[in-house]
């Protein structure tokens, strides 16, 4: 039972374009949620995060919007650079279960100079 | 500040053999977990310590997996004995005391695992 899921398993884009990516989820007790970045060989890296409260949330280059209603969420990233080639995971965490952390299967975002 | 440190980085054993990984947290991190990556899917939560008590294991097979975080600092995750399907990249992390949301986890580069 997948309770996060990224449906796109890549995303190619231009540099200096906007990269979107997409994450919905079915528990509805999730309430807040987290975006990491993985390179090769390394562990993932937290990236942005949002908490059911809010709608957006913006750092820098990147941006995450939550749809409750919807149950999606979306990782803007403006512009894009070739530096952000990555795979990115969508995460979600709920009070009730101590904020334990449920990962999506990750989007392999390719930025190309 | 030195990251979450974990060895080895590869191991690659026969099934029905026995392996451990070890893991070092950020110093001061009071919380760890292990996971398990395997290849096409996202980290999947093991176990989880407070110090060196377990606040979840629900997902951890206990027939074949143990883990032990003895002192509160470091740990170790062992399969005895190893299947085919435990090939992954085990991933240790550790965050800051407390259990809010926004304790962010600080993830090691991880081990990764090959059955044969």
């Known amino acids: 039972d997948q309770q996060v899921k990224q449906n796109s398993p890549s995303l190619s884009v231009q540099e200096g374009r906007i990269s979107i990516l997409n994450c919905d989820y079915t528990n509805s007790m999730f309430d807040y949620f987290l975006w990491y970045k993985k390179y090769p060989a390394e562990g993932p890296t937290f990236l942005i995060s949002?908490?059911?409260?809010?709608d957006k949330n913006e750092d820098g280059r990147f941006t995450v919007f939550l749809n409750k209603s919807a149950k999606h969420l979306s990782l803007h990233i403006v512009p894009s650079q070739p530096g952000d080639s990555a795979v990115y995971f969508c995460a979600a965490s709920a009070q009730g279960s101590n904020y334990k952390l449920t990962f999506g299967k990750g989007t392999l975002l390719t930025v190309n100079p | 500040e030195a990251g979450v440190a974990q060895s080895p980085r590869y191991k690659i054993i026969e099934k029905r053999q026995s392996v451990a990984f070890w893991c070092n947290p950020i110093s001061g991190h009071a919380t760890l977990y292990w996971y398990q990556q395997i290849l096409g899917q996202g980290p999947k939560l093991l176990i989880q310590f407070q110090n060196n008590g377990v606040v979840d294991d629900s997902q951890l097979p206990k027939d074949r997996f143990s883990a032990e975080r003895l002192k509160g600092v470091d740990s170790t995750l062992k399969i005895q004995p190893a299947k085919l399907e435990d090939s992954a990249v085990y991933l240790c992390a550790s965050s800051a005391p407390g259990t809010k949301p926004n304790n962010e986890q600080f993830f090691g580069p991880g081990t990764r695992l090959t059955v044969l």
């Open positions: 949002i908490s059911s409260i809010k």
